[in-house]
């Protein structure tokens, strides 16, 4: 039996206190003057997200865009239309700030940093993943008309798509695939001509993300005569409509059939002679392009680790609602025991995703050490990789979660287990990703760097009770050096076969160290659930079991501290570790 009021009364409990967690990481991250700032914000999109927003998520998926190609008298107008459900979830969405406060002047001059749209965004993609392409493909293009744009670009364009104002913003677009390509961007065809004192744009865009709702599209096109491969492409703005106000030459020849964010529209498309703008140097589109592709691929780990954390809300409030067998679901140890999996895995996930963009806060302000930038090269593409395929794997637990009805379209799961799919895919694939952490290291020697990271901040001062986790990790922060050594020294094809391991290595104690610190900050503040949290996490990915060790402490006993936040102090934390302590390596 399942109690339908219980299941939505917790469904609909706001995604900000729900979720203590990211609470705590928002102070945090943020510093008490920009907490102080967003803090409200957080609190009203939270409420909106789960609410509102989460209604008029379900129908915009239920009503996805379609395409009118002519009007009623024959003449051609491509007019992409939406539901006016997803219109007005991104109007208020908009307007809440997952984007503008980044580009504007908000608190004593300062722009916001990038921890504050992230953090409203988390919350909002918990609601509605396919509309949170949008928001970072529109994020994207004013990053780059910011970074790029000439003064004129910038006063008419940038100033419209970072606008609060939903009525008079532009929402932006990136096309970058084409049929020949894929991710081989270089084999683009598009032609970029200057006649007659101005670009226009020839050429066909394969999986344009936006298209025809976007009034600013940032597009790669390779100038006549420029040579083949990425280094001849130049980046362009391209907007929906000419100076007159009279369409672009745009054609949207079909809207994609997509396994899953139907909410949102994805097309084919065509530039017949559009009138484009250059931004920045027309020599370096490509590198141009590249700086903002680490940009979109946070964007795409946030909407993992918020995918992640609606799943785990859904499961949760189904666990304590239902009951089968005379218990309620959520009082089996079993159940008990994998939804503490699945909290401290998306909690580890959700504080490396905000670890990159802490590091792309600090690196954007100038105000950085040496080593963040490569930090920042390096750890991009392995967050987005893993994140990934980790919502993937959250979803799909979900919907085996709910039983039968987690494969019911009504349902949360089915949509959320679609949308995650994407995830992997957008962005770079995890080959694509794997191949970029190599480059960094040929090229920047990235490797040295996080190792040094981790071995950094591993020599920090700690509560004496949390030394054997700095102990293990130690240990293991060397054997992953010697790792990149041994990697380093096979040839170039073993090279990419065997990259994947050690990344994954990398990820996992970089989380670990993550936790540490968390751990360390509860245990000065007299709290041993994030101790808690660190053993679980250590216990399943960074220690090796024997079948005795196997059967031994599972941890269901610290359910309450890790799932439910409820207090519990260091000296209990450690008594319920005990057997976890004794199986890690010394």
């Known amino acids: 039996m399942l109690d339908h009021a219980a299941y939505t009364e917790a469904t609909r409990r706001s995604y900000f206190h729900q979720d203590p967690a990211f609470q705590a990481l928002m102070r945090q991250t943020l510093g008490p003057a920009w907490h102080a700032w967003a803090a409200e ?8 997200a789960s609410t509102r927003w989460a209604d008029l998520a379900v129908v915009a998926n239920e009503q996805p865009p379609r395409l009118r190609t002519h009007d009623r008298w024959g003449d051609r107008i491509d007019r992409v239309e939406v539901h006016p459900a997803y219109e007005q979830l991104a109007k208020e969405a908009y307007e809440a700030g997952v984007v503008w406060p980044r580009f504007n002047p908000v608190l004593d001059g300062r722009q916001a940093p990038w921890s504050v749209v992230f953090g409203l965004g988390y919350l909002m993609a918990q609601a509605e993943q396919g509309f949170f392409c949008p928001v970072c493909l529109t994020a994207g293009t004013a990053w780059l008309l910011e970074r790029f744009g000439d003064d004129r670009l910038k006063a008419e364009y940038l100033t419209r798509v970072a606008s609060p104002n939903y009525d008079e913003l532009y929402e932006g677009a990136m096309f970058l695939t084409e049929r020949t390509g894929g991710s081989d961007v270089g084999a683009a065809t598009t032609e970029a001509r200057f006649e007659n004192g101005q670009w226009t744009l020839w050429g066909d865009k394969w999986f344009a993300s936006n298209g025809g709702r976007a009034r600013a599209m940032m597009v790669l096109a390779r100038p006549q005569g420029a040579p083949a491969g990425t280094r001849g492409l130049g980046l ?45 140097d027309v020599a370096k589109g490509f590198s141009h392009m590249a700086e903002m592709l680490n940009l979109s691929r946070i964007y795409n780990a946030v909407a993992s680790v918020a995918n992640m954390r609606r799943m785990i809300n859904e499961a949760l409030a189904f666990a304590g609602a239902r009951t089968a067998f005379g218990a309620r679901v959520e009082d089996y140890p079993m159940v008990r025991a994998q939804l503490i999996e699945r909290t401290v895995e998306q909690e580890a996930d959700l ?20 080593r963040d930038p490569l930090l920042t090269r390096v750890l991009t593409p392995m967050v987005k990789y893993h994140t990934a395929r980790e919502a ?35 962005e770079g694939t995890t080959n694509i990703l794997l191949m970029d952490v190599l480059r960094g290291f040929a090229k920047e020697n990235t490797g040295p760097a996080l190792l040094g990271e981790l071995g950094a901040r591993l020599a920090a001062e700690l509560p004496a009770g949390l030394a054997p986790w700095r102990t293990a990790l ?20 073993d090279r990419t076969v065997h990259i994947k391991s050690w990344c994954d290595r990398a990820v996992r104690l970089y989380q670990a160290v993550l936790l540490l610190e968390s751990a360390a900050r509860d245990w000065e503040a007299g709290s041993g659930r994030g101790a808690l949290v660190l053993g679980a996490f250590m216990r399943r990915h960074l220690t090796p079991t024997t079948w005795r060790e196997a059967l031994g402490g599972t941890l269901v006993e610290a359910y309450g501290a890790i799932v439910e936040h409820a207090p519990v102090t260091p000296t209990e934390a450690v008594a319920q570790l005990r057997e976890a302590l004794a199986a890690m390596p010394q």
Request: charged share 25%.
């Open 41 to 48: 914000r957080l609190e009203s999109v939270g409420a909106l």
């Open 236 to 280: 362009f703005l391209v907007p929906r409509e000419r100076p007159d106000g009279s369409p672009n030459a745009i054609r949207i020849h079909r809207l994609k059939d997509k396994l899953g964010t139907r909410s949102m529209p994805s097309t084919e498309l065509s530039f017949e002679g559009a009138l484009a703008y250059p931004v920045g």
């Open 351 to 370: 504080r490396l995703v905000f670890e990159a963009i802490r590091l792309l806060d600090r690196v954007e302000s100038g105000e950085h050490a040496p």
């Open 392 to 426: 993937v794997d959250t979803a799909s637990w979900a919907a085996e979660a709910f039983g039968g009805i987690g494969y019911i379209e009504e349902w949360a799961p089915p949509r959320f287990l679609r949308d995650a799919q994407v995830l992997p895919i957008w």
């Open 474 to 493: 130690a240990t293991q922060v060397a054997d992953l050096e010697r790792h990149l050594l041994a990697l380093a020294n096979l040839s170039e094809a």
